[in-house]
């Protein structure tokens, strides 16, 4: 692997465990084992870093919140959709953690999420919409806008009230990818009063599957997971 991508493997790990403010580039260099140099020979600071992680989860995202061309939405296409969007919130979670720091601190980065953001609610709506014609889902194009703007709430600030419970906690430790996980779960309550009788089958099962061992009660977050 080439030692750009390394540093940027390790950025990322680090970054999601340790928190983005607490990492240097300094320990960024010392845990590849390389000089402060060598790393701003590829990277001139931490903030290129970052966007450039940034940037990875941006094409990500954007390649994956597509349309099927030839044919209608499915019930599949859906959960595909949710694990989708699981997927990249645990694997860049210190984005959606610490956003509001990191935008803070770089232009660059708070000029790009603005046209990201944008364009990925543009695709999101598109996508319920994908729903309401192919049958899954029934709601008006005023509902669609609210409810789109809804889940797009929770997609953004889920990490970061998730770090608000943690930091509390006498011992913190890094985001439980089941608390996560429940973030999917009220997005997809937010859907169900919106979903026909043919979606609504299939929601018992797949709330389950992201509701994981906490239950319905927004305490048990406070909680945490119950003991295996």
């Known amino acids: 692997m080439k030692t750009r991508d390394r540093i940027l493997q390790a950025s990322l790990a680090m970054f999601n465990e340790q928190g983005e403010r607490n990492v240097s580039t300094n320990h960024i260099a010392a845990a590849l084992g390389i000089s402060p140099g060598n790393l701003y020979y590829h990277f001139s600071n931490k903030a290129e870093i970052i966007f450039d992680l940034f940037s990875t989860y941006r094409d990500i995202v954007s390649s994956s919140m597509v349309l099927p061309m030839d044919r209608p939405l499915t019930f599949d296409d859906k959960v595909h959709y949710f694990e989708i969007i699981f997927q990249n919130m645990w694997n860049y979670r210190f984005l959606h953690r610490d956003l509001e720091h990191l ?69 913190p430790s890094d985001m439980d990818p089941w608390a996560l996980k429940r973030g999917i779960y009220q997005i997809i309550c937010l859907i169900e009063p919106y979903a026909t009788d043919i979606a609504r089958k299939e929601l018992p099962a797949l709330k389950a599957a992201y509701l994981g061992d906490f239950d319905t009660d927004p305490l048990s977050l406070f909680r945490g997971r119950a003991a295996s």
């Open 103 to 171: 935008l803070k601190e770089s232009e660059t980065l708070r000029k790009e999420y603005f046209v990201f953001s944008s364009t990925t609610v543009a695709m999101g709506k598109a996508i319920v919409k994908g729903m309401v014609e192919s049958g899954l889902v029934i709601a008006s194009d005023d509902e669609i806008d609210a409810l789109m703007l809804n889940l797009w709430v929770i997609l953004t600030s889920w990490a970061s009230f998730l770090q608000s419970i943690e930091v509390q906690k006498e011992r």
